[in-house]
């Protein structure tokens, strides 16, 4: 068997590109989430499953990486909104949870 040592790295940087996908994107947001700055993600998929994650960051407070991924969701799908969310929402029964969901959109910057 090979043995090999990779010493420790101060911190990596570089530009990624992948096709989106859902987990992909739930990925990037939670990395987003506990990165230093400010994280841009192309190719976003807005499945409601990735937008609830979204939403969920807003309610977590770290609107200003909830933010960033609104803004780079905005130049994906222009035509993405509030509106456009609760019309996906289809799958919730109960008022409060669209509430919820609608909420955290709207702290992430979701108009």
Do not use: W
């Amino acid at each position: 068997m090979s043995e090999f040592h990779v010493d420790p790295s101060k911190g990596v940087t570089g530009r990624l590109t992948v096709p989106g996908d859902k987990s992909i994107s739930h990925r990037a947001l939670m990395l987003g989430a506990i990165a230093d700055g400010t994280t841009h993600i192309e190719g976003f998929l807005e499945s409601e499953d990735c937008l609830a994650t979204l939403a969920a960051l807003g309610h977590l407070g770290d609107q200003a990486q909830a933010a960033a991924a609104v803004q780079d969701l905005m130049k994906i799908k222009p035509s993405f909104s509030l509106d456009f969310a609760r019309k996906q929402l289809f799958y919730l029964k109960r008022s409060d949870q669209i509430a919820t969901y609608i909420q955290g959109l709207t702290n992430a910057g979701v108009k």
